[in-house]
């Protein structure tokens, strides 16, 4: 599991704490072999974890037959201190000598870890298998991924059919609650970006249209396209970002502090009380939303031409009406709800897929906001063809 | 040599004072709510202290306060001669290269193995320390701490409470620390367990010379290792001393904590195991005699 979160915590620090006046450092002598013995490896100074790290180098490199290790010089010692001279007994089939008798309580201590020498690293494969190995795990998660989106749904609908026989068991207020965070709190937000897209349509359209002399038909497009695509569309992407991250992000959290199990275990359904109430929501407002987009799109259109090409702001309103069949506002309206289930829906299964860390909060919570609003764009495209065939063109 | 040794951070001077911990007239308070007034606190060198206290008195708070998590209204904290509380920003506290804190669910890097939980605080304050000897320091603390080695490649979302909490001492034991700071060690474990982290909390603090600040509400583990109690109420540490010291007190309070049938129970126990020990040199005295 490669990661930021692991990246930020394993990299090497480039700037490391601040480096300062000197710190003793721990150092060793080697002497000589003398007649059948091998040599003596004399330890200096403090051996503890702050002055090792640079002697364990050299240390590593000696190979003369060392029959002693001395420790006699040695002012402090700790477990680092101990594993050190303990690995360096073992591996050079050495004598320890001269050991204070706190520094031999430690060895001791140390020496008790060191029956089993396992490798502490995660297995991990070589690249030639781990690469299909991902492939493969990724391409049958996918296929699980889609077969338990159905699931999930299923899911839903079956609690709503528990809702529909026991009303009394319908949660109302979450419902309404959710519904002023994902529609009343959206309201700032969607209308100034509905605005300024409508203004901007109208302004290149009427650029290009000029050039036929059509200045007039910037009416038709802006109130075509923002009531029957636009308008639905920006919603369903900005409620994405805004409460289909929200709902991932909470689930998910609820899951990790178990707040979802505990539900379970008191006879809540969390699919009744966390799923259902933020899907509804989002279902119920997203329509309401798209429209209040459109609305405020054709403003900017109507703004952008009473200041830019002389048509009076209220004479650009009217023409609407005229120019715009009402077919086109069902359209937009049809799609609401549709792309409302697809937004929430994300968001509340790559919440409650939650299992292990932090981290997969925030993965799941950006392929919620991803999944969304790819399947709106494409359910859009085939949205527009259904609804040309079927003669609202 | 790749290292220079231009880049080795400074140390703080090895603390050679008697109370590594001094809190002295300590004042906490969120919004109304005062939690410490005036609260003293001095814990000597190479003890364990138990801190005890109704829930909601501001134990963990004073740990927080301790460590420089939490900063208090007024007050001062003195750690290893370091003052805590004159410290403006992080960096100003120096000595965390001296302490190891084990929070109370472990607070583990959930994205990192266990071995590479303990290697975080390695790194940060000993880059030049090897890569090859940063494992083997990780690998024997995790086995010091009595986990088992296959546990040293495990994430934390696959190990069980008691397992965490071992962890999590492991990694606060990553640095030999001085000073140890735990938090409610053995909660949520069995007993057995919870004895069995007693025995390695006391066997580390006995080999290692630390000195341990211990906030519990484990009556055994305070019989079994606490070599000093402080009793948190009525927003101050209303008294400091070993449990006998405390029981002959005539707070209702702490004549409740301690003759409630807990503990008694918890006494009870360490009587059992005091007379035992007793009888088993009885024995060992006698038995060569007998043989006689």
């Known amino acids: 599991m490669r990661s930021a979160a692991r990246e930020a915590l394993v990299a090497p620090s480039i700037f490391p704490h601040e480096a300062g006046s000197m710190r003793a450092l721990a150092d060793f002598t080697i002497e000589p072999a003398q007649g059948g013995d091998g040599g003596v490896l004399r330890f200096s100074g403090p051996m503890v974890v702050s002055s090792l790290g640079l002697v364990d180098r050299r240390l590593r490199a000696v190979n003369e037959a060392i029959s002693e290790i001395d420790v006699r010089d040695v ?236 048509i009076p702001f209220l004479t650009f309103l009217s023409r609407i009406q005229e120019v715009v069949p009402i077919h086109d506002v069902w359209v937009g309206l049809v799609k609401g709800p549709v792309f409302g289930l697809i937004v929430a829906l994300a968001g509340c299964y790559q919440g ?22 790819f399947t709106v764009i494409v359910l859009d495209a085939f949205f527009a063809v259904f609804f040309t065939k079927i003669g609202w063109g | 040599m790749d290292h220079s040794e231009a880049r080795l951070a400074d140390m703080p001077e090895e603390f050679e004072g008697d109370y590594p911990i001094r809190v002295r ?20 060198r190479g003890e364990i202290i138990g801190v005890v206290g109704g829930s909601g008195t501001g134990k963990s708070v004073l740990m927080r306060s301790i460590i420089g998590l939490q900063i208090p209204a007024e007050g001062s904290i003195e750690v290893l001669g370091r003052s805590i509380t004159d410290a403006r920003d992080d960096e100003d506290i120096d000595i965390r290269s001296q302490w190891g804190i084990l929070f109370q669910g472990g607070a583990l890097f959930s994205t990192l193995t266990v071995a590479e939980n303990v290697e975080v605080p390695l790194r940060e304050f000993y880059p030049e320390i090897s890569e090859e000897l940063r494992h083997e320091i990780a690998r024997y603390k995790v086995l010091l701490s009595g986990l088992p080695a ?105 004549q409740e904590y301690f003759n409630g049938p807990r503990g008694r129970a918890a006494k009870d126990a360490q009587d059992r195991e005091a007379a035992s020990v007793v009888q088993a040199t009885q024995d060992a005295a006698t038995s060569p005699m007998e043989q006689e």
């Open chain 1, 75 to 310: 002012e402090r010692m700790d477990t680092v201190g101990a594993w050190i001279v303990w690995r360096l007994s073992q591996q050079l089939d050495a004598k320890i000598v001269n050991c204070r008798d706190e520094a031999d309580r430690l060895i001791k201590a140390i020496s008790e870890t060191d029956e089993n020498r396992e490798n502490i690293r995660a297995p991990r494969l070589p690249l030639i298998q781990r690469v299909p190995d991902e492939v493969g795990k990724l391409v049958i998660a996918i296929a699980v991924g889609f077969l338990q989106v159905v699931g999930f749904l299923g899911q839903a609908i079956s609690a709503m059919g528990t809702i529909v026989r026991h009303p009394r068991r319908f949660r109302g207020l979450a419902l309404v609650h959710q519904m002023e965070l994902v529609g009343v709190n959206a309201l700032g937000i969607v209308g100034l970006m509905s605005f300024l897209v409508g203004v901007v349509i109208a302004q290149q359209g009427a650029v290009q249209l000029q050039q036929f002399g059509a200045e007039i038909y910037t009416i038709n497009l802006v109130g075509r396209l923002t009531l029957r695509e636009l308008g639905i569309l920006m919603t369903a992407i900005m409620v994405a970002g805004r409460s289909g991250s929200a709902f991932s992000a909470q689930l998910g959290t609820m899951k990790l502090t178990e707040e979802v199990d505990a539900m379970r275990t008191i006879g809540v359904s969390p699919t009744e009380a966390l799923v259902l109430p933020r899907i509804l929501a989002t279902m119920i407002m997203l329509p309401l939303l798209g429209l209040y987009s459109s609305v405020l799109g054709i403003i900017g259109g109507a703004f952008l031409g009473s200041v830019s090409l002389g």
């Open chain 2, 150 to 254: 296959n546990a040293t490649s495990k994430y934390p979302a696959e190990l069980s409470g008691g397992m965490k909490k071992r962890a999590g001492l492991a990694r606060a034991l990553a640095l030999d620390p001085e000073l140890l700071f735990l938090d409610e060690p053995t909660a949520g474990l069995d007993p057995i367990g919870a004895a069995a982290f007693d025995n390695l909390i006391r066997g580390l603090q006995e080999t290692l010379g630390l000195t341990v600040f211990l906030i519990t509400h484990d009556l055994d583990t305070l019989y079994e290792i606490c070599d000093r109690v402080a009793v948190l109420a009525d927003r101050k540490v209303i008294a400091v001393g070993t449990i006998p010291e405390l029981l002959a007190l005539d707070h209702p309070w702490i």
């Open chain 2, 25 to 44: 007239g300590l004042v906490n308070r969120f919004d109304d709510h005062v939690i410490h007034e005036g609260l003293d606190l001095d814990v000597k």
């Open chain 1, 352 to 373: 409650m897929q939650v299992k292990t860390n932090a981290e997969e909060v925030g993965t799941r919570t950006t392929s919620a906001v991803v999944l969304a609003i």
